[in-house]
């Protein structure tokens, strides 16, 4: 599945205990539209069919990202979060696509920077890949 | 397996491969997700219908979904082999294709770990062993066991994967008082009343119509 990068759509879902605070200073930065921000209650919500559904209902690709590792807010979710990535990743593959379509990062609630940095990084790779 | 097909649903079961989170209503929708989007890249337009009915192995079950199974070309089962089969009993006109491969009556031993506890011989002999089944858990189906290849607790199989069946046996019957049983030989098996006498038949004739 090839990108247009002029239509390119991101869900970024964010833990609400780490990545959704880092958020909070993001959110009227002009170069991070098109990206869809949603709140997780952990990264640890998130599966395979969930990531693989928003890719088929329109989305370009998806991002999660979750607390540190060993300082997640419920101890393991974002290390489940790490494996459903991995099956939905290997999905792709099966299907013959990018599995680096979906993401994975992980950082707390006071790297904004680092947030921004994943989002824009992504945004750069949609555009390197993209099919015109 | 589904090439050169327009119409696909597949057909999840809400029991067994539930449990062990192979085909249920979840992996049918992981599955469905995939093959939608392997489509859309080779610009297939073939439609992937999806649904979960609450068995396979039950007639009643698949009413719910005769209208769709009738719209399309072939049904991906993802129930066990029963299921597979079984559909194609009941819908003896329709294609259908197994999603999984069966491998085992197992239990839920821990979170996300299924293992293999029967092997369906037809002729129990659990208590004679503590309620631990030869057949299944000694990899090479002793009655009379351990070889001589148990180390440690361990199969020579597998000394890192597998148990040895007859140390659980020994473990088991010792906690339970029963030690002394196993000094008894165990006669030979008679192997016809499962698998190895062709396929089984149960008729429980007070519950016929």
């Not at chain 2, 029991?15 to 939608?36: F, H, N, P, Y």
């Not at chain 2, 030979?188 to 396929?199: A, H, Q, V």
Request: one cysteine or more; a neutral charge.
């Amino acid at each position: 599945m090839s990108v247009r990068a002029a239509t390119a759509r991101i869900t970024a879902l964010l833990c609400e205990n780490s990545a959704w605070k880092a958020y909070g200073e993001l959110a009227l930065d002009p170069e991070l539209r098109g990206v869809d921000f949603v709140k997780m209650p952990c990264s640890g919500r998130v599966d395979a069919g969930l990531l693989l559904a928003l890719l088929e209902k329109g989305s370009s690709a998806v991002l999660v990202v979750g607390c540190p590792r060993d300082n997640c807010t419920f101890l393991r979710g974002n290390y489940r979060a790490e494996k459903r990535v991995a099956v939905a990743r290997a999905a792709l593959r099966d299907a013959g696509l990018d599995e680096n379509l979906v993401r994975l990062e992980f950082l707390s609630s006071m790297d904004s920077h680092r947030l921004r940095d994943a989002v824009l990084d992504f945004k750069g790779y949609l555009d390197d890949h993209s099919s015109s | 397996m589904l090439a050169g097909r327009s119409k696909v649903l597949i057909l999840g079961c809400g029991t067994c491969v539930t449990v062990c989170m192979a085909g249920g209503e979840k992996e049918v929708g992981i599955l469905a997700s995939t093959l939608r989007l392997a489509n859309r890249k080779e610009g297939s337009t073939a439609r992937i219908e999806e649904a979960t009915i609450e068995r396979q192995c039950d007639r009643e079950f698949f009413d719910a979904v005769r209208d769709k199974v009738a719209e399309v070309d072939v049904v991906l089962s993802m129930a066990c082999g029963v299921g597979v089969q079984f559909f194609a009993e009941v819908f003896p006109d329709k294609a259908v294709l197994p999603g999984l491969d069966t491998k085992f009556y197992g239990a839920t031993v821990a979170q996300g770990m299924w293992a293999e506890r029967c092997s369906g011989c037809g002729s129990c002999v659990i208590a004679d062993f503590g309620g631990v089944c030869p057949v299944t858990r000694c990899s090479k189906s002793l009655l009379n066991g351990p070889c001589g290849g148990s180390q440690n607790g361990k199969c020579e199989v597998d000394p890192q994967g597998i148990d040895c069946g007859w140390q659980l046996i020994y473990d088991r019957m010792k906690a339970l008082g029963q030690l002394s049983k196993l000094e008894t030989v165990t006669p030979m098996k008679d192997w016809s009343t499962g698998r190895f006498g062709g396929p089984g038949k149960i008729v429980k004739e007070d519950a016929l119509p």
